[in-house]
Every structure is written in C-alpha cells, then in structure tokens.
C-alpha cells in the first residue's frame, strides 16, 4: 500500500519570504499522480497543484512550485512572496496511475500547518 | 454555480443512533467519496464509488454505509457499530476515477457524538 509522509506539523514563515513544505511517499508504482491541497480555515479543501509522475519538469501554478524527485520519492512544496491568505494546512496526496481497486483513490499526508507572519 | 454541497455543517448526535449526511453534486462527475478528518491523521478514506449503483471500502469502512442510487447523491451513514465517530467528514467528486483524478471538496460536514 501506498504511504504519505508530512513530517514538518507546523512552519511558519514571514509574509514576502519563501517557504518549502517537505513531502515523501512510498510506492512501487511508476505511473502515479501527486497532488498539494490546501485547507483554509473555512475547512474547504482546495488543489493547489498537481504533478504527474511521467513528466520530469516540475509543475509550477504562479506563486506555487514543487520540487518532484521521483527516484527519492520526494514531492516538497515552495509558496513564493508568502501572503497572509497562503496560511493554512496543507496536505501532500498520492493517487495511483494503474488500474484495478486502488483507481482513483488519494491517500493523504498528515497535513503540515502553515502560519504567515506579517 | 457547480459544486458540492454538503449537509448539514453541523450535527450532534446521542449514542447508539444512526445519521446520515448528505452529499450532492451537479458537476456531472462520475466518481465520488467520503473521507474522514481527524486532527493529526490527515484525511482517511471511507467509501467510494466510481459509478452509480457501485461503491467500494475505503481503508476506514467499517461503522458506515452507503448508497449511490443516482449520480448526483452519495449519502452517508455513520452506524452506531462506529466505535468513534466524532470527527469532521469531507464529500468529494471527481470527473471519472480515471484521468489525473483531481478532487472536487465539499465544505464538510462536523459530527459530534454527545
């Protein structure tokens, strides 16, 4: 089975500086989907950004960049010009490319905590 | 406005009694799943369903049920065989099981057991 690492519960970073969350998972799999959700106070899980394991470039969304080393199986997160809005929890996600039971399902980081000082 | 809509937000319940929380979407997607937020465990899944009349267990069935009787609607049913069943529970969708899969939240529903 397939497992998601957080291991950073809490970072904290000034507003205008940048900050990496740290991701890593474990499969056996070469076809798979990795996913960074961001959970705001309101509870509403939003996707910040996606990347897909075939592809060797790092997906970038604006202010939001990941660090995608698939032989270290590591998937970190960097927010860029951090803003008070980018405070909350956010969650590492893997998703299975194959087929079979296991389509379609995310498994879940912990969630690391993030607070923005101004 | 597509989305989806949870209901309720907020619910008590004595032990012993079941309930039922709602999930509705009109994102015409065909996968949809209920998951489980409990603070320091991240998000755990209980059901799913790729299709109508179709679900499977998630890795934290056990105490709940579920229909998928249309499309729209994936109710479900916190048993009192769950041992703990206060928690936070997030509804999901997705356009089909397949593709790059990414999820579609609602805005949750809070259970507390009194």
């Known amino acids: 089975a397939q497992t998601v690492t957080q291991s950073q519960p809490e970072m904290s970073v000034q507003e205008a500086e940048t900050v990496t969350l740290s991701c890593t998972y474990d499969?056996?799999?070469?076809?798979?989907?990795l996913f960074w959700y961001k959970q705001p106070p309101s509870r509403q899980m939003i996707l910040v950004i996606r990347?897909?394991?075939?592809?060797?470039q790092n997906a970038t969304e604006n202010r939001f960049s990941v660090n995608f080393q698939k032989a270290a199986k590591s998937f970190s997160l960097k927010i860029s010009d951090s803003q008070l809005g980018d405070a909350a929890m956010y969650f590492c996600a893997y998703r299975s490319g194959a087929g079979g039971t296991s389509y379609g399902k995310l498994t879940f980081g912990q969630g690391t905590i993030l607070t923005v000082h101004p | 406005d597509g989305g989806i809509t949870q209901s309720p937000k907020y619910l008590f319940r004595k032990e012993g009694q079941n309930v039922t929380l709602s999930c509705e979407q009109n994102?015409?997607?065909?996968?949809m799943y209920w998951y489980r937020q409990d603070p320091g465990q991240g998000l755990r899944l209980i059901y799913y369903?790729?299709?109508?009349?179709?679900?499977q267990k998630g890795d934290i069935a056990e105490g709940y049920s579920v229909s998928r009787e249309k499309k729209e609607s994936f109710p479900l049913t916190v048993t009192s065989a769950q041992k703990n069943p206060t928690a936070f529970y997030l509804c999901?969708?997705?356009?089909?099981?397949?593709?790059?899969?990414?999820?579609?939240f609602g805005e949750g529903s809070r259970l507390t057991v009194l």
């Open positions: 994102l015409n997607h065909d996968a």
């Open positions: 999901a969708s997705s356009k089909d099981a397949g593709g790059t899969g990414e999820l579609f």
């Open positions: 369903s790729q299709i109508v009349n179709d679900f």
């Open positions: 990347q897909e394991a075939y592809k060797q």
């Open positions: 499969t056996s799999e070469s076809d798979y989907y």
